[in-house]
């Protein structure tokens, strides 16, 4: 079937029946579509898609793992409308404030008692209206938050992935939501590459060319993998303990800070993947280090400049 939120449900039914339900991204599916869309030749790309040795089929999800990524979803709308209302009522004329969310937070109150000579009087009340739908939606989206927190802090998974570091609640959860325990991914490069993650590979002959990430996959997970890797690297002090001082260091001296902050959440998914598909926590020792120094050297002197 192509994959969906009933396909899942579906996909479980015929499980527990002993059938072997397998589920396939819709945009590979529809390579084989021929002609106009119906349910008849849906059901003939189906079957010749499912056909192909190469097919890659999306793991079943559990009921959890749909309630989990229902949350992050609704999280998700939540955290967009308020930054749309915040950069609404920045843009009103007589709203100058620092850039950043606390800055306008904090003086907002102020312009609306004290600029009536900036702000004109008919536009004092839009703005407290949206100041209230501001207010509303931090409730709802704390509210949310600490939803997720909760059933991350239950499940054994989740615990796993925060010993990574720069993982907290709200990532480890999405990202078992969407992988669950990683088994749709043979190794940590191609969890990275469903992400986008990974230069867009451009290439023909003998000639590669890479260019910017590809954007693949589940865009909300690969956002939440960059801001993990910008916590990363606010905190050096933290990094030899996490065994990437060698690595980032390594790494400053040849890219761009942005650049660096990709290649380090791709970096992160990879460590993710393999503590959700080997069991065991995150974990850094002296031989790790070791070993860790003469990878990330073999690995620069191998890949080419992005």
């Avoid at 079937?1 to 527990?16: D, I, P, T, Y």
């Avoid at 054994?156 to 669950?180: D, F, K, Q």
Wanted: charged residues 25%.
């Amino acid at each position: 079937m192509e994959a969906c939120v009933g396909a899942h449900h579906l996909s479980r039914k015929l499980q527990s029946f002993g059938h072997d339900a397998r589920l396939m991204p819709a945009k590979y599916v529809r390579a084989y579509l021929k002609g106009h869309k119906n349910d008849f030749r849906d059901g003939e790309a189906i079957a010749e898609a499912v056909l192909r040795p190469t097919m890659k089929f999306v793991a079943t999800k559990t009921v959890e793992q749909l309630d989990l990524q229902a949350l992050h979803r609704v999280r998700e709308r939540f955290v967009g409308q308020r930054t749309g209302v915040i950069n609404q009522i920045r843009a009103f004329r007589g709203v100058a404030v620092r850039q950043g969310l606390r800055f306008l937070r904090t003086e907002l109150p102020n312009i609306l008692a004290t600029r009536c000579d900036v702000l004109s009087p008919r536009m004092v009340h839009p703005i407290t209206d949206l100041a209230g739908d501001w207010h509303r939606l931090d409730e709802r989206i704390e509210s949310l938050s600490a939803d997720i927190e909760a059933l991350a802090d239950q499940d054994p998974a989740c615990e796993r992935l925060m010993s990574v570091p720069g993982i907290g609640p709200t990532i480890s959860s999405a990202t078992v939501a969407a992988i669950g325990n990683g088994a749709a991914f043979s190794k940590g490069r191609d969890f990275g590459a469903w992400l986008g993650l990974v230069p867009r590979q451009m290439s023909t002959g003998d000639r590669t060319i890479l260019g910017s990430i590809s954007k693949q996959g589940n865009r909300y997970l690969r956002v939440l993998f960059v801001q993990a890797a910008w916590v990363v690297l606010a905190k050096p002090k933290t990094w030899e303990r996490h065994g990437l001082k060698t690595w980032i260091e390594s790494a400053k001296k040849r890219l761009h800070h942005n650049v660096l902050a990709i290649a380090l959440a791709n970096k992160l998914a990879r460590i993710a993947w393999a503590v959700l598909n080997k069991e065991r926590n995150f974990e850094c020792t002296r031989t790790d280090l070791n070993e860790n120094a003469r990878d990330v050297a073999r690995a620069l002197a191998s890949t080419p400049e992005y």
